[in-house]
């Protein structure tokens, strides 16, 4: 990392520390089934993704054409959604008159080309909108399985060579009934400051939210072993890796939190 996004993350955790979430009017949310079980990191190799986290799996299917979402954006547009459900309590939410417009509510510059945050969101969007999820419990003495579409209807009205230009028609996206309900009901609170601050890393938008969810109702500590948190992650988080070998997570009294 170098100095100048150091110098960035510092100044971010100061204010979010001198100032909570609510108060800031940075309090967003995040869908509980993606944050037990995480979407992909990285473009995966077919159209079905599978993610376990001890008896809870997750399983994403996509249309063979478009493909799986898959790094930071989808993560940031479901938290968007979430967040938007939460506080619109619409099933139908309407992503702007303009692609700059949404993009904006994403902390996401316009930038043209083919590998620039317009195609990409455009590709990421599609990929999003039309995937399947299954979530399958399976314990002991019992098991079960939910399953949603993530949108009923999308319609993005956005011009990629005039990503400014206002169109006649709202873009928008129609969640279905099953993923409303389970993000209505089930959100998992964050911070948006954070979640703007760690964007560049999809495995750093993971580790926040799962932290979010685990410390929401923890009451004691829990040692969480590295297999667990390989399962939740994925592979590509080695032994090697700098977060260490298990994490000790205690109640977040004051600042503490995991460690």
């Known amino acids: 990392?170098?100095?100048?996004?150091?110098?960035r993350l510092i100044t971010d955790a100061l204010a979010i520390e001198a100032q909570d979430a609510k108060e800031a009017g940075a309090l967003g949310y995040m869908a509980r089934a993606l944050v037990q079980a995480t979407l992909p990191h990285s473009k995966p190799d077919?159209?079905?993704?599978?993610?376990?986290n001890g008896a809870f799996t997750l399983v994403m299917l996509a249309p063979s054409k478009i493909g799986l979402p898959y790094g930071v954006i989808p993560r940031l547009m479901m938290a968007w959604m979430t967040t938007e459900a939460v506080r619109t309590k619409q099933r139908e939410?309407?992503?702007?008159?303009?692609?700059?417009?949404?993009?904006?509510?994403?902390?996401?510059l316009p930038t043209g080309g083919r590998w620039g945050s317009i195609t990409r969101l455009r590709d990421q969007s599609r990929r999003l909108f039309t995937t399947s999820v299954s979530c399958f419990f399976e314990g002991e003495n019992a098991a079960g399985e939910s399953g949603f579409r993530i949108a009923d209807r999308h319609l993005?009205?956005?011009?990629?060579?005039s990503p400014n230009q206002k169109s006649l028609f709202n873009s928008t996206v129609m969640l279905s009934e099953r993923f409303y309900e389970e993000v209505r009901t089930s959100p998992v609170p964050i911070d948006m400051r954070?979640?703007?601050?760690?964007?560049?890393?999809?495995?750093?938008?993971?580790?926040?939210?799962?932290?979010?969810?685990?410390?929401?109702?923890?009451?004691?500590?829990?040692?969480?072993?590295w297999p667990a948190l390989q399962m939740q992650f994925g592979a590509s988080?080695?032994?090697?890796?700098?977060?260490?070998?298990?994490?000790?997570?205690?109640?977040?009294i004051g600042h503490e939190w995991c460690r």
């Open 194 to 225: 954070a979640m703007k601050a760690l964007k560049k890393s999809p495995l750093a938008l993971d580790i926040y939210f799962w932290l979010s969810y685990r410390l929401s109702d923890l009451r004691q500590a829990r040692v969480i072993p």
């Open 93 to 108: 939410l309407v992503l702007g008159d303009s692609m700059t417009e949404f993009m904006s509510q994403l902390d996401m």
């Open 1 to 7: 990392m170098n100095r100048a996004n150091l110098d």
């Open 237 to 252: 988080l080695s032994r090697g890796n700098q977060l260490g070998r298990a994490w000790t997570c205690t109640p977040p």
């Open 46 to 52: 077919s159209n079905e993704f599978e993610r376990r």
């Open 156 to 161: 993005l009205w956005w011009d990629p060579q």
